[in-house]
């Protein structure tokens, strides 16, 4: 037997999947996606015993019918990797629903172990369940775990070894038997394949069954296939196309006379006769005892999910989330930015004066160390955003959110991808495509770059940490807030323009509360930081080397003052009180003569990068951003945002010269500069709203098209505008800020 093993887990969506194989795996991960498909494709390496085995996590699917593209990609997989196992992850506690997958995956005729997952939960129900008796009735391995507390793991893969061995050894799957109608029908194209001697790929009996369920997939591979021998009876002539016909014809056949019988199509006859094994499958190992305990889901969304608490409990956490992200972080943040200082100022000392010098402390760290201090946040953020969605609460937003999106003409289900956008507007955007209607994608596609991603908050966190200090949290909660009612506000804008028509129908699955594995958050927090991380040294480190060339060249500038005279004057005062000073006060004015040389120098910096490159394009783009009280430095930092949003503070970190200060650099310079309060607050307001990143904007030429790609670039920075423009004026007029 070999020793290098692939085995893929199948399973529905809520049924454990993701905990089984972040326990499996840990972080031996590679997330990238499936060939010629856009769906997200995760690997894991195991290493058990003397086996290195390759785990693959398929995407989570209720069958294996080719109506999606995540369960064409799932049977795919199973009919053309060959994997050496397939583990059919289980809901205990929903088993009808959760079988009608396994069974299909027997019908393919490969290895496969069925993991009873939420042992617990079922238990919890009043479920007894006779793993012996249903491992006895399938004839394949069935094994119990409870994932959310890493039991039965160990199990779960020895036992998978065994039966892989059993295969190799000649062990076949069982058949699933289903009516004699049925099964006349899947004998008779059997032995009309066999007769073709066409040479296909999987079980026959698989394969008679796709046939006779008129899968397009399964009858187009048919099409294409050769046949060396033909049943001269049943065709004329030796055409390969010939023998696929009359396989074809034959199925035809057989759905016409099942229709006759049952007034039904094959499909749905051959639905029922699997739901009436799944029936006798549980009648024989499921006992059913008093319930031990009060649903406690249930109970919950009694809470949760009430039409008037809901709402207000759902804006709550969202309000806690990111008031945790900020103070919480705001420690780690203070320690990181002492150790950028630190590393600044031993560069300054240590480096003789060069561009080289000017490039590492100006550019590199001015540019990457303003935006490493923000990452405590983004992890506190992507940390609890994996706990909405692993306690099952993320499901509940959406079906909230039901009737607020209703006023958009979309359905709670759009919700989701919205909520992702909190994280990363790219993922998001490729979630819509779980939207059966192609208007309903394109809308909430349209909608959701004004769901404020992780990449702004740095920004919101450097602006209302300076301007609004204790508020800052609650600001930042208005800031996420406004972005859900502009999102829903256009929705309702577009929908009455672009996208009139009848409203798609919602139907949700609400999962069972669960406790969610402290491992398994650490491992999704991690895998959307990273993205964080690869950005610090991708795109932010080129944006903050090329905004620093831009900001320091030409380097032969005149000055409107003689800065050196000036510094040369006031040395020259201070000198005369300097002597003859006592202690005390010479150090009160050595303190005061470093203060004020250092107003000059910073003078004839601001007056040197507003003559620099980047002071120009800033000096164009300002009569856009003035009314709305945005400045030249702002207005360039905004605009580089489009390549990545995290770059708009580093570009700030650039142009402000904070590069070798002390900590809080930035929050004084941008006082220093003439920011105000309400100017801060409009800057972050169209943040919040303007164009969303360059990679947002190619998932969505790929998702929709190229003409609402050019939409959205337009649309998003109008409204961005209009509304700092109401934030900026309405305060000015009211003498805010």
């Known amino acids: 037997m070999k020793k290098n093993l692939t085995i893929a887990l199948a399973g529905n969506p809520n049924c454990g999947k993701t905990t089984i194989f972040n326990n499996l795996t840990g972080a031996r991960q590679k997330v990238g996606n499936w060939p010629g498909v856009t769906v997200e494709k995760k690997e894991g390496r195991l290493k058990y015993k003397e086996y290195d085995l390759n785990i693959v996590d398929l995407p989570g699917t209720y069958s294996l019918t080719p109506f999606s593209i995540e369960e064409i990609t799932a049977r795919d997989f199973i009919l053309n990797e060959n994997p050496d196992i397939v583990i059919n992850i289980i809901d205990a506690s929903s088993l009808e629903r959760s079988l009608f997958l396994a069974i299909q995956i027997m019908e393919l005729g490969r290895p496969a172990l069925f993991v009873l997952n939420m042992a617990d939960v079922a238990q919890a129900k009043g479920m007894k369940i006779d793993e012996k008796k249903l491992s006895q009735l399938l004839g394949l391995p069935v094994v ?17 070894i065994e039966e892989i061995r059993q295969f190799n050894n000649g062990k076949k799957s069982r058949d699933i038997k289903y009516s004699k109608e049925i099964e006349k029908c899947i004998a008779k194209i059997e032995t009309t394949i066999l007769e073709s001697e066409i040479n296909f790929d999987g079980a026959l009996r698989w394969n008679a069954i796709k046939i006779l369920e008129d899968d397009k997939i399964v009858q187009n591979r048919f099409k294409n296939l050769s046949s060396p021998a033909l049943d001269l009876n049943r065709v004329e002539d030796h055409v390969p196309e010939q023998a696929s016909k009359v396989i074809l014809e034959t199925a035809k056949e057989c759905r016409k006379r099942v229709y006759d019988l049952f007034d039904d199509d094959f499909d749905i006859v051959l639905t029922e006769d699997r739901y009436g094994v799944i029936a006798g499958l549980i009648k024989e190992s499921v006992a059913l005892l008093a319930i031990k305990r009060v649903d406690i889901s249930r109970n919950i969304d009694l809470v949760l999910t009430n039409r008037f608490l809901g709402i207000p409990v759902f804006i709550f956490f969202i309000w806690a989330m990111f008031q945790l992200s900020f103070s919480l972080g705001a420690y780690p943040m203070e320690w990181i930015e002492i150790s950028v200082s630190a590393v600044s100022s031993m560069l300054d000392k240590t480096l003789p004066a060069s561009m080289l010098k000017d490039l590492l402390l100006d550019g590199v760290i001015a540019g990457i160390g303003s935006v490493v201090i923000f990452l405590p946040n983004i992890l506190i953020l992507f940390f609890c955003i994996a706990l909405f969605e692993d306690t099952g609460y993320m499901a509940r937003a959406a079906f909230l959110m039901d009737r607020v999106m209703h006023t958009s003409g979309l359905h709670g289900k759009s919700f989701i991808p919205m909520l992702m956008g909190f994280g990363c507007s790219v993922p998001a955007i490729m979630a819509t495509r779980t939207l059966e209607s192609r208007r309903d994608r394109i809308l909430t596609i349209l909608m959701t770059p004004f769901m404020s991603c992780s990449a702004k908050l740095p920004v919101y966190i450097v602006l209302a940490g300076s301007f609004f200090a204790q508020q800052a949290g609650t600001i930042i909660f208005i800031l996420y807030f406004t972005g859900i009612v502009i999102a829903i506000l256009s929705g309702r804008l577009l929908r009455a323009v672009f996208f009139k028509g009848e409203e798609a129908p919602f139907i949700m699955e609400l999962p069972p509360y669960r406790m969610p594995m402290l491992k398994s958050l650490l491992i999704h927090m991690w895998d959307r930081s990273k993205m964080f991380l690869k950005k ?163 998932t969505i030429y790929r998702e929709a098209s190229a003409k609402w790609a050019g939409f959205n670039l337009i649309y998003t920075t109008m409204v961005a505008w209009g509304m700092s423009f109401l934030v900026y004026q309405t305060g000015k007029l009211l003498g805010v800020g």
């Open 144 to 160: 119990f775990t409870i994932g959310n507390k890493n039991k039965g793991i160990d199990t779960l893969i020895k036992t998978a």
């Open 536 to 698: 610090m040294g991708g795109v932010i480190l080129v944006g903050s080397i090329i905004i620093w060339a831009l900001s320091s060249f030409p380097r032969s500038n005149s000055y409107s003052v003689d800065y050196d005279k000036k510094i040369d004057k006031i040395k020259s005062e201070f000198s005369q009180e300097i002597t003859g000073a006592d202690a005390t006060k010479l150090e009160d004015l050595t303190r005061q003569l470093s203060l004020a040389i250092k107003n000059i120098d910073n003078k004839r910096e601001i007056e040197r990068v507003a003559k620099s490159y980047i002071g120009q394009i800033g000096k164009a783009l300002e009569p856009f951003f003035a009314p709305i009280g945005i400045g030249w430095q702002a207005s360039v930092a905004i605009v580089t945002g489009f390549v990545a949003k995290e770059v708009v503070v580093s570009t700030m970190g650039v142009l402000y010269g904070v590069g070798n200060d002390e900590g809080k650099a930035l929050e004084k310079a941008l006082k220093q500069s003439g920011m105000t309060a309400i100017s801060a607050l409009s800057m972050m307001v169209f943040v919040l709203l303007y164009v969303p990143c360059f990679a947002t904007v190619v």
